[in-house]
C-alpha cells in the first residue's frame, strides 16, 4: 500500500503540509484552529483514568488541533494533588489522548499539548523555580537559559510540545497583579531574556525529546495598561510602541521563536486580538515571524462582548482570523463560527488554509507525526530531579536583592544565639511560589523558616512566630510574636504578599504557627498575581504594624520581602537595618535565603524595575525622556531604588574607562573598556551595566539607555577588563518616519553598578561615508 505523501519523513516539511491540507475537509481544517481544555478530556473512574465523553464529541467532528492543560492543576482546574496526575500518569495520559485522537480522525493528525510553564511546567511533580521577576534579576541570561532548558525538558518528557512563555511585557505600573511574570521595565534586558528563553526552550531544534515550542506574550503593550489594570487600554504612541513594548518580542522572533500570543488589551482603539497591523503587516510581513499566532483564553469573545468593535461573535471569529489569528485559546468562536462564515463569505478557504498550514507546518517540525508519544520512564526520571532543583536553589540565589544593610549587620553568623523568624511569608509554602503553580508536596517546598533552621542547626535556637497573615487584620497574633522577638538576639521578619491561589491548605494559628486545615476567617492571603491589581503598593493587611510592634524591642532588625511587585514602605526603608528582596523565589527559595542572610553567597541580584518613595509618583521608571515634568510639592521624582540598584557584602571600584576609537561612523564598531576591581573582602558578583545617552535628537530620547550588562566573579583585591562592542544597534532609534536611523553627534557612553552611579566618557558619530563613485555617476 502506498505510503501518504504527508506521511514520508523524507521530504520537505512544505510538500508535507500542502498533501495534508489538500486531504482535509473544511471541517477538519477548522478542527485544527481549535484549542479546548485539556482536563476536561479525561477524568478517574473507579476503573482508572477514562477519556471523557466531552473530547470523544470533539474528535468525531474531526478532531482537535490542540488542547490546554492536559496536565495543569491548580484551583482554577480543580486539579489537586490527590486527583491529579503524577508525572509518569501525565505522560500516559498524553498517551492515551494522542492516541485516541490518532486512531479515530480519518487523517491521524496529532493534537499539539500546550502548557504553561513561566517558571517551571504547571503540573504535579514539576520544578517550581523563581517567577521571572525574580529570574530578571539575576541579570544572568545564560544561567535563565539553564533554566529554560530544564523547564523545556521536564515538559516534553510528558508530551507537552508547547509553552506559554515568555511573558515579554514591559512593566510601566508595577501596581499591575501580573508584574511577577514579567522580566521588569525595561527592553533591552528583557529582550536578552527573551533570547535566552527561546533558545533554552527550543534547543537547537524543536524535534529534539528535550524541547517545546517558546510562545512569546502577550502581544503586545499589555504591560502598559491604564492604572496597572490587567485589560485595560494601553495608550502608547506608535514610536514608544515599536522602540520598548514590541522590541523584546523583535528580537525573540529573529531567535527563532515559533508562537505569540495576543494580548487582551487595545492599542489607540484597536484591540491586540484583531489588529491587522500588528499581527500581519508588523509580525510577518517586517520580521518575517514563520510560527503561528494564539489567542488568550476568550480573547475573541471579547472583541463583540468587551471591545464591541463587532455586533456578533461569528464577526469577531471573523475578525481575529482575518487579522492574523491562527488559533483559538480555550474558546468556542472559531468551531461554532467560521464554518458559517465561510458560507457566508465572510471569509475565504484560502484565509483558513492559511492558518492550518501555520499550525500543521509545526506538527511535523515537531516530529509528531513520527514520535507522537511520550515516555513514562523517561518522565518519571526527568521531572523533579535533583539537578533541576539544584538549579532552582542556583538561580534563587543570583536573584537574591540587598537593598539596605546598615553598619554590615548582614551577612549573620549561624551560631547567633537566639535567632526570631517572625511574619506571615516564614513559613507559608504557597506565599513563596508565585501565581501559575501547581499543588505541592509539603517536603518538596524549603520554606524561610526550613532554611534558617537547617543553617542554623546545632549552633543558633531558632524561634519562629507568624504573627499575622497578609490580608486579614487580626492582631491576635502579635503578642507571641512580640515575646519571641524580645528572647531573640535577631529578628528575621518574612513579610510581602502572596499570589497563592486557594490549594486547600487552610490557614495557620497565629499564636503558634500550627496549620489550621479549616480556615474559618474566609479570607485570601492572595493580593497579587493575575487578576490581583492593587491601586497601591504598601503592605496589606496589618503586616506593618507587625514589624513596628517587634522593632520596639530594640533588636537587629533584618526584614526579607516575599512578594511578586515591589514593595513601598517608608518606615521600613528608615527603620529596617537590613532589607532583602527575594521576589517569590521558587521551591527552593528557603535555602537560597538562608545562604544569603548567613554569607555562604554573596547576595548578586539588581533591579529590573523602579522602586517608588511613594505610589502617587507612578509612572516611575530609569529610562523617563529627558523632558519629564516637574516635581511634585510632596516629594521629588527619584525613585526609593533605582534601576540596577542592589547592594553586595564587598564593594566594586570602577576606573580607566576608554573607547578604543572616541568617533565612528554608523556602519562602524568599536568598544568600550572598563576597569573593574573588587575592593572589599569577600567574593562576588557585580552586574556591569552599560548606558548610552543620544545627546542631541531630531526626536526627543531617553535620558538614559541600558544597551548591555555583563555578570562576573571577582575575588578580594581581584581585576578585571570587561569589554562592550559599541555598533549601531546601541544607538539608532527610531526616528520621524518610523524607521530605525543613527544620528551622527555626540553620544554619552556610561557603565556602573546601577541607573545613578555611572562613570562615563563621549562617543562622536560620524556622518556616513558618500559613496563618491555613485555620486559621480549621478552627476554624469
Same mark, same amino acid.
Given at each position: 500500500?502506498?505510503?501518504?505523501?504527508?506521511?514520508?519523513?523524507?521530504?520537505?516539511?512544505?510538500?508535507?503540509?500542502?498533501?495534508?491540507?489538500?486531504?482535509?475537509?473544511?471541517?477538519?481544517?477548522?478542527?485544527?484552529?481549535?484549542?479546548? %481544555?485539556?482536563?476536561?478530556? @479525561?477524568?478517574?473512574?473507579?476503573?482508572?483514568?477514562?477519556?471523557?465523553?466531552?473530547?470523544?464529541?470533539?474528535?468525531?467532528?474531526?478532531?482537535?488541533?490542540?488542547?490546554?492543560?492536559?496536565?495543569?492543576?491548580?484551583?482554577?482546574?480543580?486539579? #489537586?494533588?490527590?486527583?491529579?496526575?503524577?508525572?509518569?500518569?501525565?505522560?500516559?495520559?498524553?498517551?492515551?489522548?494522542?492516541?485516541?485522537?490518532?486512531?479515530?480522525?480519518?487523517?491521524?493528525?496529532?493534537?499539539?499539548?500546550?502548557?504553561?510553564?513561566?517558571?517551571?511546567?504547571?503540573?504535579?511533580?514539576?520544578?517550581?523555580?523563581?517567577?521571572?521577576?525574580?529570574?530578571?534579576?539575576?541579570?544572568?541570561?545564560?544561567?535563565?537559559?539553564?533554566?529554560?532548558?530544564?523547564?523545556?525538558?521536564?515538559?516534553?518528557?510528558?508530551?507537552?510540545?508547547?509553552?506559554?512563555?515568555?511573558?515579554?511585557?514591559?512593566?510601566?505600573?508595577?501596581?499591575?497583579?501580573?508584574?511577577?511574570?514579567? %522580566?521588569?521595565?525595561?527592553?533591552?534586558?528583557?529582550?536578552?531574556?527573551?533570547?535566552?528563553?527561546?533558545?533554552?526552550?527550543?534547543?537547537?531544534?524543536?524535534?529534539?525529546?528535550?524541547?517545546?515550542?517558546?510562545?512569546?506574550?502577550?502581544?503586545?503593550? @499589555?504591560?502598559?495598561?491604564?492604572?496597572?489594570?490587567?485589560?485595560?487600554?494601553?495608550?502608547?504612541?506608535?514610536?514608544?510602541?515599536?522602540?520598548?513594548?514590541?522590541?523584546?518580542?523583535?528580537?525573540?522572533?529573529?531567535?527563532?521563536?515559533?508562537?505569540?500570543?495576543?494580548?487582551?488589551?487595545?492599542?489607540?482603539?484597536?484591540?491586540? #486580538? !484583531?489588529? @491587522?497591523?500588528?499581527?500581519?503587516?508588523?509580525?510577518?510581513?517586517?520580521?518575517?515571524?514563520?510560527?503561528?499566532?494564539?489567542?488568550?483564553?476568550?480573547?475573541?469573545?471579547?472583541? !463583540?462582548?468587551?471591545?464591541?468593535?463587532?455586533?456578533?461573535?461569528?464577526?469577531?471569529?471573523?475578525?481575529?482570523?482575518?487579522?492574523?489569528?491562527?488559533?483559538?485559546?480555550? &474558546?468556542?468562536?472559531?468551531?461554532?463560527?467560521?464554518?458559517?462564515?465561510?458560507?457566508?463569505?465572510?471569509?475565504?478557504?484560502?484565509?483558513?488554509?492559511?492558518?492550518?498550514?501555520?499550525?500543521?507546518?509545526?506538527?511535523?517540525?515537531?516530529?509528531?507525526?513520527?514520535?507522537?508519544?511520550?515516555?513514562?520512564?523517561?518522565?518519571?526520571?526527568?521531572?523533579?530531579?535533583?539537578?533541576?532543583?539544584?538549579?532552582?536553589?542556583?538561580?534563587?540565589?543570583?536573584?537574591?536583592?540587598?537593598?539596605?544593610?546598615?553598619?554590615?549587620?548582614?551577612?549573620?553568623?549561624?551560631?547567633?544565639?537566639?535567632?526570631?523568624?517572625?511574619?506571615?511569608?516564614?513559613?507559608?509554602?504557597?506565599?513563596?511560589?508565585?501565581?501559575?503553580?501547581?499543588?505541592?508536596?509539603?517536603?518538596?517546598?524549603?520554606?524561610?523558616?526550613?532554611?534558617?533552621?537547617?543553617?542554623?542547626?546545632?549552633?543558633?535556637?531558632?524561634?519562629?512566630?507568624?504573627?499575622?497573615?497578609?490580608?486579614?487584620?487580626?492582631?491576635?497574633?502579635?503578642?507571641?510574636?512580640?515575646? #519571641?522577638?524580645?528572647?531573640?538576639?535577631?529578628?528575621?521578619?518574612?513579610?510581602?504578599?502572596?499570589?497563592?491561589?486557594?490549594?486547600?491548605?487552610?490557614?495557620?494559628?497565629?499564636?503558634?504557627?500550627?496549620?489550621?486545615?479549616?480556615?474559618?476567617?474566609?479570607?485570601?492571603?492572595?493580593?497579587? &498575581?493575575?487578576?490581583?491589581?492593587?491601586?497601591?503598593?504598601?503592605?496589606?493587611?496589618?503586616?506593618?504594624?507587625?514589624?513596628?510592634?517587634?522593632?520596639?524591642?530594640?533588636?537587629?532588625?533584618?526584614?526579607?520581602?516575599?512578594?511578586?511587585?515591589?514593595?513601598?514602605?517608608?518606615?521600613?526603608?528608615?527603620?529596617?537595618?537590613?532589607?532583602?528582596?527575594?521576589?517569590?523565589?521558587?521551591?527552593?527559595?528557603?535555602?537560597?535565603?538562608?545562604?544569603?542572610? %548567613?554569607?555562604?553567597?554573596?547576595?548578586?541580584?539588581?533591579?529590573?524595575?523602579?522602586?517608588?518613595?511613594?505610589?502617587?509618583?507612578?509612572?516611575?521608571?530609569?529610562?523617563?525622556?529627558?523632558?519629564?515634568?516637574?516635581?511634585?510639592?510632596?516629594?521629588?521624582?527619584?525613585?526609593?531604588?533605582?534601576?540596577?540598584?542592589?547592594?553586595?557584602?564587598?564593594? %566594586?571600584?570602577?576606573?580607566?574607562?576608554?573607547?578604543?576609537?572616541?568617533?565612528?561612523?554608523?556602519?562602524?564598531?568599536?568598544?568600550?573598556?572598563?576597569?573593574?576591581?573588587?575592593?572589599?573582602?569577600?567574593?562576588?558578583?557585580?552586574?556591569?551595566?552599560?548606558?548610552?545617552?543620544?545627546?542631541?535628537?531630531?526626536?526627543?530620547?531617553?535620558?538614559?539607555?541600558?544597551?548591555?550588562?555583563?555578570?562576573?566573579?571577582?575575588?578580594?583585591?581581584?581585576?578585571?577588563?570587561?569589554?562592550?562592542?559599541?555598533?549601531?544597534?546601541?544607538?539608532?532609534?527610531?526616528?520621524?518616519?518610523?524607521?530605525?536611523?543613527?544620528?551622527? &553627534?555626540?553620544?554619552?557612553?556610561?557603565?556602573?553598578?546601577?541607573?545613578?552611579?555611572?562613570?562615563?566618557?563621549?562617543?562622536?558619530?560620524?556622518?556616513?561615508?558618500?559613496?563618491?563613485?555613485?555620486?559621480?555617476?549621478?552627476?554624469?
Amino acid at each position: 500500500m502506498k505510503v501518504k505523501k504527508y506521511l514520508d519523513a523524507s521530504i520537505t516539511t512544505e510538500k508535507r503540509v500542502h498533501d495534508l491540507l489538500g486531504r482535509m475537509t473544511l471541517g477538519e481544517k477548522i478542527g485544527q484552529l481549535i484549542q479546548p %481544555f485539556g482536563w476536561q478530556a @479525561y477524568e478517574r473512574t473507579e476503573d482508572g483514568i477514562e477519556l471523557t465523553e466531552t473530547f470523544r464529541s470533539y474528535i468525531e467532528r474531526g478532531g482537535v488541533g490542540s488542547l490546554y492543560g492536559v496536565l495543569r492543576a491548580d484551583p482554577w482546574t480543580g486539579v #489537586t494533588l490527590e486527583t491529579g496526575l503524577s508525572p509518569r500518569e501525565g505522560a500516559e495520559v498524553i498517551n492515551l489522548i494522542q492516541k485516541y485522537a490518532i486512531e479515530h480522525t480519518r487523517l491521524g493528525i496529532p493534537i499539539l499539548f500546550g502548557e504553561e510553564c513561566s517558571h517551571g511546567h504547571m503540573a504535579i511533580g514539576a520544578t517550581v523555580f523563581p517567577v521571572p521577576l525574580a529570574m530578571g534579576s539575576s541579570w544572568n541570561a545564560p544561567l535563565f537559559r539553564e533554566v529554560c532548558r530544564a523547564i523545556a525538558a521536564e515538559t516534553r518528557a510528558q508530551g507537552g510540545t508547547v509553552t506559554y512563555s515568555p511573558v515579554l511585557d514591559v512593566v510601566r505600573d508595577p501596581r499591575w497583579g501580573r508584574t511577577e511574570e514579567t %522580566f521588569g521595565e525595561d527592553p533591552y534586558l528583557i529582550g536578552e531574556m527573551a533570547v535566552a528563553a527561546v533558545e533554552g526552550l527550543q534547543r537547537e531544534s524543536i524535534a529534539s525529546d528535550d524541547a517545546v515550542i517558546a510562545t512569546l506574550k502577550h502581544f503586545a503593550g @499589555y504591560g502598559g495598561s491604564e492604572g496597572g489594570r490587567n485589560a485595560a487600554p494601553a495608550r502608547i504612541g506608535a514610536r514608544e510602541l515599536l522602540e520598548k513594548d514590541l522590541l523584546p518580542f523583535e528580537r525573540a522572533v529573529q531567535a527563532g521563536a515559533l508562537s505569540i500570543m495576543t494580548a487582551y488589551n487595545e492599542i489607540d482603539g484597536v484591540p491586540c #486580538t !484583531s489588529n @491587522y497591523e500588528l499581527l500581519t503587516h508588523t509580525l510577518r510581513e517586517q520580521w518575517a515571524f514563520d510560527g503561528f499566532v494564539i489567542t488568550d483564553c476568550g480573547a475573541i469573545n471579547m472583541l !463583540s462582548g468587551g471591545h464591541q468593535v463587532v455586533e456578533s461573535d461569528e464577526d469577531a471569529a471573523c475578525a481575529a482570523l482575518l487579522a492574523g489569528v491562527d488559533m483559538e485559546m480555550s &474558546g468556542d468562536s472559531f468551531g461554532k463560527h467560521l464554518l458559517h462564515a465561510v458560507q457566508n463569505k465572510k471569509v475565504s478557504i484560502d484565509d483558513i488554509d492559511l492558518a492550518v498550514s501555520r499550525i500543521l507546518r509545526q506538527k511535523f517540525e515537531l516530529g509528531l507525526f513520527e514520535r507522537p508519544y511520550a515516555d513514562p520512564d523517561r518522565a518519571s526520571e526527568i521531572i523533579g530531579q535533583e539537578s533541576h532543583i539544584k538549579l532552582a536553589r542556583r538561580m534563587a540565589q543570583e536573584s537574591m536583592i540587598l537593598l539596605k544593610n546598615r553598619n554590615q549587620v548582614l551577612p549573620l553568623s549561624p551560631a547567633l544565639g537566639k535567632i526570631a523568624v517572625i511574619g506571615p511569608n516564614a513559613n507559608n509554602i504557597y506565599n513563596q511560589l508565585g501565581d501559575y503553580t501547581s499543588p505541592q508536596q509539603r517536603g518538596g517546598i524549603v520554606t524561610v523558616l526550613d532554611g534558617i533552621q537547617r543553617k542554623c542547626a546545632g549552633q543558633s535556637e531558632v524561634m519562629y512566630a507568624p504573627g499575622c497573615r497578609i490580608k486579614d487584620p487580626s492582631t491576635e497574633g502579635f503578642e507571641s510574636a512580640v515575646q #519571641t522577638a524580645q528572647v531573640s538576639d535577631a529578628i528575621i521578619a518574612v513579610v510581602g504578599g502572596s499570589s497563592a491561589r486557594d490549594f486547600g491548605e487552610g490557614t495557620i494559628d497565629l499564636k503558634t504557627g500550627a496549620a489550621i486545615i479549616t480556615d474559618q476567617s474566609g479570607l485570601s492571603d492572595m493580593d497579587c &498575581g493575575e487578576g490581583f491589581d492593587r491601586a497601591e503598593l504598601g503592605l496589606s493587611g496589618v503586616q506593618l504594624d507587625l514589624l513596628k510592634e517587634i522593632h520596639k524591642t530594640g533588636k537587629p532588625f533584618i526584614v526579607v520581602y516575599i512578594n511578586g511587585r515591589p514593595v513601598v514602605e517608608p518606615w521600613i526603608d528608615e527603620h529596617a537595618d537590613a532589607i532583602l528582596e527575594a521576589w517569590y523565589p521558587g521551591q527552593e527559595g528557603g535555602s537560597a535565603i538562608a545562604d544569603i542572610l %548567613f554569607g555562604d553567597l554573596n547576595p548578586s541580584g539588581r533591579l529590573t524595575i523602579s522602586i517608588p518613595k511613594h505610589p502617587g509618583q507612578l509612572p516611575i521608571y530609569y529610562n523617563t525622556k529627558r523632558t519629564r515634568g516637574k516635581r511634585y510639592v510632596e516629594t521629588d521624582l527619584q525613585p526609593r531604588y533605582p534601576f540596577g540598584y542592589g547592594l553586595s557584602y564587598t564593594s %566594586f571600584r570602577y576606573d580607566d574607562i576608554a573607547l578604543s576609537k572616541p568617533n565612528m561612523r554608523p556602519d562602524e564598531s568599536c568598544t568600550l573598556s572598563v576597569n573593574v576591581t573588587n575592593t572589599g573582602g569577600m567574593a562576588g558578583q557585580e552586574v556591569v551595566q552599560l548606558y548610552v545617552t543620544d545627546v542631541v535628537s531630531s526626536v526627543t530620547r531617553p535620558a538614559l539607555e541600558l544597551k548591555g550588562f555583563q555578570k562576573i566573579q571577582l575575588e578580594p583585591g581581584e581585576s578585571t577588563t570587561v569589554r562592550f562592542t559599541i555598533t549601531k544597534e546601541q544607538l539608532q532609534y527610531v526616528g520621524r518616519d518610523y524607521r530605525r536611523i543613527v544620528e551622527p &553627534g555626540q553620544f554619552r557612553i556610561q557603565v556602573g553598578g546601577h541607573a545613578e552611579l555611572l562613570l562615563g566618557t563621549d562617543l562622536y558619530v560620524l556622518p556616513p561615508r558618500i559613496n563618491m563613485e555613485r555620486e559621480d555617476e549621478t552627476l554624469v
